[in-house]
């Protein structure tokens, strides 16, 4: 996309738009699967479906990391929530659940959670005409300033919590295993 992007000038219309650009046209596009694959997973019957569209969601996420030249965030997405998240959502299921395709572990979306989506929605529109009209400009940050106060003195809590979310984990699979004394 990039290359295609760079072989055209600024001013080429594209679409019959001359604003338009090839990198906002794929932004659009990455954003309409992202909707779309995000309301899939709410919407599908079957729990392991909803799992593999959760896992496209989390790709199509990444190449929007990507597209705005955020590499090592488009990384981490697919390592961590792609892979890793979608492995382990996968993993918990099939060990708690025996038949993980059959109608015993059907999911599916009631009338509240759509009355809720509605209402949310309804409020987001109202809210689009409080966006400020002119670009504000992002604060900046020093990596290294970041990584010294999250590893520095904090590091022992962080590998504390991790401790305490891995033992949950343990936790919540030995509760819902079947069979169980």
Not at 10 to 28: I, K, Q, Y
Not at 88 to 111: C, E, H, P, Q
Request: some cysteine.
């Amino acid at each position: 996309m990039r290359d295609l992007h760079q072989c055209l000038s600024e001013g080429v219309p594209v679409l019959g738009d001359s604003h338009v650009s090839l990198t906002e046209l794929a932004f659009f596009a990455l954003a309409v699967i992202a909707v779309a694959t995000g309301l899939l997973a709410l919407l599908v019957r079957e729990l392991v479906h909803t799992i593999l569209w959760i896992g496209i969601f989390f790709v199509d996420l990444s190449a929007i990391y990507f597209l705005l030249e955020a590499p090592f965030l488009g990384v981490l997405q697919l390592g961590v929530y792609a892979g890793a998240v979608t492995i382990l959502l996968l993993f918990g299921i099939m060990v708690t659940r025996k038949r993980i395709f059959s109608r015993d572990a059907a999911t599916g979306v009631g009338a509240l959670p759509i009355a809720l989506a509605v209402v949310t929605f309804v409020f987001l529109i109202g809210a689009l005409g409080q966006l400020p009209g002119a670009a504000v400009p992002a604060a900046s940050y020093s990596v290294a300033s970041l990584s010294t106060l999250l590893f520095n003195a904090e590091a022992p809590y962080l590998l504390l919590l991790g401790l305490v979310m891995l033992s949950a984990l343990a936790g919540a699979i030995y509760l819902v295993r079947e069979g169980r004394e």
